[in-house]
């Protein structure tokens, strides 16, 4: 097992690899590639850089034909998202343009593409309690994710067995109040965390960002959604498993 941290995006990014190629030189560089598909994605979309084209777009000198591709497939992410979660997510508010709800999956599944090169190697990509896994060989064990009991952080509240597939969690204990449903502005108290499991680690991410903005709606919403699995876990301590994660 070869394990490489990096802090990007505002938080820490890291990479477990398993198999043939852990620590040789095409492994360094691939990770060095996916770190770099990251740092695009910071270049693109902080909110936080004066100089990202998704600044410059909601400051009105840019226009989206001004801009690169990727950014009109995240903002076209962002308005599915508002369509299916009848509004509760979206990327613009009055606030202005945030479509961080949307990156970090995405930007993290962009760069895990890069690993896949990396023939019979396992890996397992982590951004800020975000996972994507691919398990090489059939005869390779699934990778164990553990889910975090937002009530009490220093234990497990349950473990999912991946293979080929993603892991998204969205919750308030880590990052304070910074959900919020979108229709109202206010911040949801229904729920301590939903955690979503999909073969796209971009739509476990949106789907669990906008389930935690939907509130007492979220196990609705979750359960009408084909091909995701996941856990609820409430404000009261009760949790709510949804959907058959050993699909992925």
Known sequence: MKRYVEHVMGMPISLALRGRHTDDEPAAQAWLDALEVLHMADRMFSTYRADSYISRLDRGELTVVD??????????L??????ESDGAFDVRRSGGLDPSGVVKGWAVERAAAVLE???DTDHCLAAG??????VAASSSPAWRIGIEDPHDPDKIAAVVPIRTG???TSGLNRRGNHIVDARSGA????????TVVHHSLTQA??????AFALGPDALAWLESRPDRAGLLIFADGSRHIFGDSSRH
């Open 166 to 168: 993603a892991i998204a």
């Open 187 to 194: 911040t949801p108290t229904a729920l301590a965390s939903v």
């Open 67 to 76: 801009c690169p591709p990727e950014v009109t497939e995240v903002l076209e």
């Open 78 to 83: 962002g308005e599915q998202a508002r369509i």
């Open 129 to 134: 309690g975000d996972l994507t896994c691919r």
């Open 117 to 119: 090169r990396l023939a």
């Open 205 to 210: 991410d949106i789907d669990a960002t906008a």
